[in-house]
């Protein structure tokens, strides 16, 4: 069993829905970060956060540490914000979700 | 800054040949990482480093050497290249400094194929 599970594998969505992706993980953390990596292959860190919420222009992460789960909202989705979003967490090092490919259609 | 570079971005290996992954950053982080990303697969840790002079193992170090002999550069050397090793390698830096732990930055990928 990984140590960090996410859903959906692969999400459609037309554009302008609001997109959730749920990130579960079994392991002591210090923090939880969600990663975008685009088709060209480029990984960058959308969020860091250990409680609570974080909002960055229409991205939004929760973490709740009592039940180990985390989501990704993207608000009125845009096909630019078609890519793998990773889920990853770090205790004595970074254990990473598969992804979840999301394509939004115009 | 130029971030997390890589070099190269692209390379074809025959079985059994060497090679050098080459990993520069210049934010003056002291966690350097190494993973290799497989199809359908999680980011795998390789190697890892908290500082020059020290390295250590992550989950699948076979096959695999690093060093890091500055804050700057860690490079990771594959021996005796096998096809299991066809893969897209990225590397890493963050800065921890005690219970302080900031974000992780990649570097854009090196696509490994060995035939």
């Known amino acids: 069993k990984n140590e960090v599970e996410q859903s959906p594998q692969n999400l459609t969505a037309q554009e302008g829905e609001f997109i959730t992706i749920n990130c579960s993980y079994s392991?002591?953390?210090?923090?939880l970060h969600w990663l975008q990596q685009h088709p060209g292959g480029g990984i960058v860190s959308l969020f860091m956060?250990?409680?609570g919420k974080k909002k960055h222009g229409r991205l939004i992460a929760t973490i709740n540490i009592q039940e180990k789960h985390s989501s990704l909202h993207i608000t009125a989705s845009h096909p630019r914000d078609s890519a793998v979003y990773i889920c990853?967490?770090?205790?004595?090092?970074?254990?990473f979700g598969t992804g979840t490919s999301l394509t939004v259609i115009p | 800054n130029a971030g997390v570079t890589q070099t190269p971005k692209f390379r074809i290996l025959k079985i059994g040949q060497s090679m050098t992954l080459q990993c520069a950053q210049d934010?003056?982080?002291?966690?350097m990482y190494w993973y290799r990303q497989d199809p359908g697969m999680g980011l795998k840790l390789i190697y890892y480093?908290?500082?020059?002079?020290?390295?250590d193992k992550g989950e699948v170090p076979n096959g695999y050497n690093v060093s890091r002999s500055t804050t700057e550069d860690f490079p990771l050397r594959l021996e005796l290249a096998a096809p299991s090793q066809t893969s897209v390698y990225f590397c890493?830096?963050?800065?921890?400094?005690?219970?302080?732990?900031?974000?992780?930055?990649f570097g854009p990928g090196t696509r490994l194929t060995v035939l």
């Open positions: 990853a967490v770090t205790g004595n090092q970074f254990y």
């Open positions: 890493a830096s963050r800065n921890i400094a005690g219970v302080l732990y900031n974000e992780q930055f």
């Open positions: 480093s908290v500082g020059a002079g020290i390295t």
């Open positions: 956060l250990s409680s």
């Open positions: 392991v002591g953390i210090s923090a």
């Open positions: 934010m003056n982080h002291n966690y």
